[in-house]
């Protein structure tokens, strides 16, 4: 295995299109979570999948936003009728989920531009 | 989660010994305290981790006094390729059941010279 991938690796789409990113996590690990990051500024928690069940959401995740893990493998991100304001880079990163080790484990990010 | 502090940015000779230092004067009992490592658009990675003392791995050291009130990332002889930027996290790792959320700062990014 060699670590998290996320696809495509750049997005660029007209404001009011809707995007979709796949997140493919380190095989066998059940914690999944999704971040955005905009430029000069650190990553910031947007959701968290704990296998298939989604736990946790940040207010940042606008009902514009929806993401999925069906089978507790790969993860969706959709962004529906993009904004200017949505272009960063969306990170996803996966954890075993055993209470030893937390450590997350970042894949390398999907740029999107929103025009 | 409690808030971090760490220089926005610094510079270094090749060679030379790098220490970054992060404080958190509001650390809880179950905190830990992490770092990551971010070249440009690529993901963070995982440097090390520690609760108190001195921790080191192959790449870093982490110095935490006794207070835990503020941590201190020493990085051995750095090379053109640390060049990167450094987040200090504070985390309680046994999340049981909950999530292990990361809070980034904006860390300190580091250049090295030649």
């Known amino acids: 295995d060699t670590g998290v991938s996320q696809n495509p690796r750049h997005k660029i789409t007209k404001r009011g299109q809707n995007v979709t990113f796949r997140c493919d996590p380190i095989s066998e690990h059940n914690r999944l979570y999704w971040y955005r990051q905009t430029l000069g500024q650190g990553p910031e928690f947007l959701t968290y999948?704990?296998?298939?069940?989604?736990?946790?959401k940040s207010r940042l995740l606008s009902d514009r936003f929806s993401a999925e893990r069906p089978k507790g493998s790969f993860s969706t991100l959709e962004i529906q009728r993009t904004e200017q304001g949505d272009s960063a880079m969306y990170l996803c990163?996966?954890?075993?989920?055993?209470?030893?080790?937390?450590?997350?484990?970042f894949g390398p990010g999907t740029r999107l531009l929103v025009l | 989660l409690a808030k971090t502090t760490q220089p926005i940015s610094m510079d270094s000779y090749e060679g030379q010994e790098v220490n970054i230092t992060c404080s958190h004067n509001n650390i809880a009992t179950n905190d830990y305290i992490t770092w990551y490592q971010q070249f440009p658009s690529q993901g963070p990675r995982f440097i090390i981790q520690?609760?108190?003392t001195k921790v080191t791995n192959e790449v870093a050291s982490l110095f935490i006094p006794a207070d835990r009130k503020s941590s201190t990332l020493s990085l051995p002889r750095v090379s053109l390729s640390d060049t990167a930027v450094y987040y200090c996290l504070v985390g309680d790792k046994d999340s049981g059941a909950g999530s292990y959320q990361l809070t980034f700062g904006k860390g300190t990014k580091l250049s090295v010279i030649p």
């Open positions: 999948f704990q296998n298939e069940a989604q736990l946790e």
């Open positions: 520690g609760y108190k």
């Open positions: 990163a996966s954890s075993p989920g055993v209470d030893v080790d937390e450590t997350q484990y």
